[in-house]
């Protein structure tokens, strides 16, 4: 049995941009997320990830009876916590967009998002960045501590061997290339066009990177005046303040908006302003943030403007991904493997409270023996004679356990591992499985973290 | 004789050439398949050569002027579209333009073949205008017709960005400014023509004087033509009518210019020459495209 680790959310597979956007959760909300999140009493260890793509809630129940039942209360519990989120009235109002994964399923969810390969463009460096910034956030609000911090950290491993050792991130594709060439085609050139990037973040940074030399001119502008001219400088753009955006628009043709604003930055009397100023001129949106920036209303009500968000780009994202299936094969592998080690290591975090257990009870008995010896038939040993003995007796628990500790570690990671585990337990009359599964994690973290660390290092 | 079965051979060439033309240019649009931007471009020129020697062998067999009567008007016309749309095809990126301009010179050859209408005009109503202000409406009309292509184009392309359905026949078609651009430039440069064609037409009805419903129709939609493309143009310069407007607005020009073409066509033959010289209405312009001349059956 591996750690119950569960995985509940939603992503642009399952809910459009309209729903994400609701969800969604900026740094500054996040330690109240996450507080909400390890105040209920069933989840032990918890991350909240918010993306363009994806919003999800990774914990880690907290054990009491059996793994399912602590994952079903944890399950309603992130679900509550969910709807308490976004003010929904009911856990039912969030079924149909929510996707729920648990144990190794959870765990391989939570690798294949840190590897790119959940994600709308496949083998994007921006994930990664933000699953840290998560990881981080969580770790900083105390809500990651021990199982589920090195999950999420055996994640990184994960994504960096696929950057490594596929071609996954390989090329140019991401969100902001593929808006890119969608203005091509509605422009045929760019290179007498000029693009705005309202924002100034990663995505912002991917757009400025993408649009390279492609555009006549690129000019960044965002709330904060200094982050929007340090990346003019280093792309060659010009920075512009946030309130100068409707002059902006009337000289610019492609608008790419990442910002973290929560409501429309670029609203429909904006745009009816400028494009009355524009004298028609095309103006094509390209709203890659979630919640959006840009009121969808623009495109349906404006003639010669055109609002794309990052769900309208998904066909053209597959078309572009094609190419990269045969590397998604490769990395699968990679996420396979390294999950066949988490999940070994995982179940030797079962095996450790009965070794500890079998080694602590024949230690002790040999112990009592030997005291009780020493306070009659022995009484006149010296320190030196009494160390002596102390020490046979360790080697002989040493010697005596090797096998059955080595056999134990072995199966650990076979799926009749359980088997041998409860048959020491019953042969050795070791504590009862129930309460040492009350909380196998913390027990088997104190227990024997270093060799666990070490088995997964190896 | 001999002359006459190589203008026919020529003939039934071109329109073999405008059909696998158009038949390539379709197949593109609606299955993605074919490549239109190299062949489709030279199986037009290709046509556009044999149409023109076509027109030169007949002219010499039939020895009539290319611009007078109606039938070689508006064969002379769908050449011209497609010399135009060879010349500029590659400058603006609107290969796929053929689309239009091939099944529309197909049309238009075998419209002047094989539809009744307009028959040489009699020597009462021959002037030395009258090539002049044919020419130009022919010029003009092959520039309409491609500035028409474009703009249809344009309303599909947008349509479908407006939908938010842009794979399968958007990324056929040229980009949407492209075309906008395109349709804009024709429409600029046929401008001028169809003034000329306006003001020649004008000055040749007076000379002629005619008065027959259908000749008035003619010249009436030939006004609103006029009026129509220098609406949209004008409006595009002052209020920024670009994109949707303009090509509706282009489109409408188009239509109004085909219903003088139409009217032309289907009218019944007028009886005889000698009905031309009965006529005595008052004096109208007889613009038509490329037909402005009386349509009196010697």
């Known amino acids: 049995m591996t750690l119950p680790v569960v995985v509940i959310g939603l992503s642009h597979k399952t809910a459009p941009v309209e729903v994400r956007e609701r969800f969604a959760s900026g740094p500054d909300v996040l330690p109240e997320v996450l507080a909400r999140l390890t105040a209920r009493k069933e989840i032990d260890e918890a991350m909240f990830l918010s993306t363009c793509n994806r919003v999800e809630v990774i914990g880690l129940p907290k054990i009491a009876g059996s793994h399912e039942e602590s994952v079903q209360r944890a399950s309603r519990a992130i679900r509550e916590a969910l709807r308490d989120h976004i003010g929904a009235s009911s856990v039912e109002e969030l079924r149909e967009w929510l996707y729920e994964r648990s144990g190794e399923d959870a765990v391989r969810h939570v690798f294949r998002v840190a590897a790119s390969l959940d994600s709308m463009v496949l083998g994007e460096p921006q994930i990664l960045g933000q699953v840290k910034d998560a990881y981080e956030a969580a770790v900083a609000a105390g809500a990651l501590r021990s199982h589920l911090s090195r999950c999420v950290r055996r994640a990184f491993t994960v994504a960096k061997r696929v950057r490594t050792e596929t071609q996954l991130g390989a090329g140019m594709v991401s969100i902001s290339s593929v808006a890119v060439d969608l203005a091509k085609r509605i422009f045929g050139d760019l290179r007498d066009r000029t693009v705005l990037l309202v924002g100034a973040g990663e995505m912002a940074e991917a757009a400025a990177r993408s649009l390279g030399q492609q555009a006549k001119a690129v000019r960044i502008c965002n709330r904060s005046f200094e982050r929007a001219a340090s990346l003019a400088a280093h792309f060659g753009a010009t920075a512009a303040p946030l309130d100068q955006l409707e002059s902006e628009l009337l000289i610019s043709d492609v608008v790419v908006a990442s910002t973290s604003s929560k409501s429309y930055v670029i609203t429909r009397d904006l745009v009816k302003r400028v494009m009355k100023q524009r004298k028609g001129r095309t103006l094509f949106f390209i709203d890659i943030a979630v919640p959006r920036n840009v009121d969808p209303q623009i495109h349906e009500q404006i003639d010669n403007a055109y609002v794309y968000n990052v769900d309208d780009l998904e066909h053209e994202v597959a078309e572009n991904m094609k190419s990269r299936q045969k590397e998604v094969a490769a990395a699968e592998k990679i996420v396979e493997a390294e999950l066949a080690e988490w999940v070994k290591w995982a179940r030797g975090l079962n095996v450790n409270p009965t070794i500890v257990a079998l080694r602590a009870k024949t230690k002790g008995v040999l112990v009592a023996e030997l005291e009780r010896t020493l306070g009659t038939r022995l009484k006149h040993l010296g320190e030196g004679e009494r160390a002596a003995l102390a020490q046979m007796i360790e080697s002989a628990t040493n010697k005596l356990l090797h096998a059955p500790t080595t056999r134990l570690r072995e199966a650990a990671g076979e799926s009749d591992g359980n088997d041998l585990v409860r048959a020491v337990q019953h042969l050795f009359d070791l504590p009862a499985p129930a309460a040492q599964e009350e909380e196998p994690a913390k027990v088997a973290g104190k227990a024997s973290a270093g060799e666990s660390e070490e088995r997964l290092a190896n | ?298």
């Open chain 2, 1 to 298: 004789m001999m002359s006459e079965g190589i203008a026919d051979a020529l003939f039934y060439l071109t329109v073999a050439t405008y059909v696998a033309a158009s038949v390539l240019f379709l197949r593109f649009l609606t299955r993605g398949k074919g490549d239109v931007g190299v062949l489709g471009p030279r199986l037009i020129g290709a046509g556009a050569l044999l149409h023109a020697g076509h027109i030169v062998i007949a002219s010499l067999v039939l020895r009539r002027c290319p611009v007078e009567g109606i039938h070689f008007p508006m064969s002379v016309a769908s050449m011209s579209m497609c010399v135009a749309y060879v010349l500029a095809r590659k400058r603006y990126r609107i290969e796929v333009a053929g689309a239009f301009v091939a099944p529309l010179a197909l049309t238009s050859l075998l419209a002047s073949r094989f539809v009744g209408g307009g028959e040489e005009p009699g020597a009462r109503i021959k002037s030395a205008i009258l090539p002049f202000h044919v020419a130009t409406n022919l010029f003009g009309v092959a520039l309409f017709t491609l500035a028409f292509s474009a703009a249809a184009l344009y309303l599909i392309q947008e349509r479908l960005l407006k939908r938010k359905r842009i794979d399968g026949v958007f990324k056929r078609l040229p980009p949407l400014d492209v075309l906008d651009r395109a349709e804009h430039r024709f429409l600029v440069a046929g401008f001028p023509l169809l003034t000329i064609g306006i003001v020649t037409g004008t000055l040749w009805a007076r000379h002629v004087e005619m008065g027959a419903p259908g000749e008035v129709l003619r010249a009436v939609f030939g006004y609103v033509t006029w009026l129509v493309i220098a609406g949209v143009l004008f409006l595009r310069a002052a209020a920024g009518w670009r994109g949707r407007r303009a090509a509706y607005g282009t489109i409408a020009g188009y239509a109004f210019s085909l219903v003088v073409l139409m009217i032309y066509l289907l009218r019944a033959p007028q009886p005889s020459a000698a009905v031309a010289d009965e006529v005595e209405a008052p004096a109208t312009a007889a613009l038509a495209l490329g037909s402005a001349e009386a349509s009196s059956t010697p």
